[in-house]
């Protein structure tokens, strides 16, 4: 058994039929494995406090030296002589819940259950671009304040956005707590500070409304955008409805003989919606060839996908900085224009 040096290792020849391992001289239980693949990685043996056998695979050879793999072999056996069992403790860390996992739980069990559908897509995209890129590789029990924290501060150009993200994550925790995955009380998004939130209200003047109309007759006549974003659109000016409620819109939810729109669905519960003249016409138009007053590309799927048709359409009118929310608040100015 020679000490394993960098240019023993180097030099030791492959065995294409199985595994072996070569022990160290200095160190008893301190040892290199070495694969027929030409792997070697470094180990230490030991018996635990019932008398089992354990190996601890340390590292590979050439992301850390043998000089490296010998010192924390000398701490993982220093470990075992006070009693504990590093092979099985390291086990038992792989096996905890990440925040990526706590993620698919809080889905499948609290927001698809409990949530409407709008806000589920709300928390998966949150989910997808903000939270596990940062932390979803985190163990859930090990996530600290320092790492919320730093979450929201990275998100501090859109505060709105960041404090969203901050109350998701403040749910997905407390739950942990209910689920046993943290202790009572441990939630890491406590004491972390809301920015503040500028409540932005923008309405279209009815110079801005007359244009954002010509620019959709020009591209219906042009027929550069599709007939639902086009509808889309038009509604929402002229119903005050939100986007989702628009967009989810059944002709079944549609009386055209009283004028109006029963939402069983909405937000805020179940409401009906008068119709005015204009945007009665605007659904009079419409083919009835799907349930759906806005139908998909998709058999059987509703529209989907409004927001690149509204920058190219917002774009054409002139009205760069205009939400798709935004035209909710100027259907006030609409109703008093008609």
Known sequence: MPRLTKRIVDRIEVDRARDFILWDSDLPG????????????????YRNAHGRSRRLTIGRHGVITPDEARRQARLALADVSRGQDPASERKARRSLPTLADLADRYLAEHA???KKP?????????????????????????????DVGKLHHDLREKPIRANRVLALMS????????WGLRPDG?????????YRESKRERFLSSGELARLGEALAEVQRQQTESGPAIAAIRLLVLTGCRRSEILRLRWEHVDFERRCLRLSDSKTGARTVPLNEHAWVVLSELERASEWVLPGAKPGAPFVGLTRPWHRIRSQAGLEDVRLHDLRHSFASVAAGS
């Open 171 to 178: 749910k997905m925790f407390t739950l942990a707590e209910q």
């Open 118 to 146: 709008r806000s589920v897509e709300e928390d998966e995209r949150m989910l997808r671009l903000y939270v596990l890129p940062a932390l979803g590789h985190h163990e859930v029990v090990n996530v600290t304040r320092p």
């Open 186 to 194: 441990s939630n890491p998004c406590r004491h972390v500070e809301h």
């Open 112 to 114: 698809r259950p409990k």
């Open 30 to 45: 301190f040892g290199l494995r070495v694969k027929p693949s030409e792997v070697r990685s470094y180990l230490v043996q």
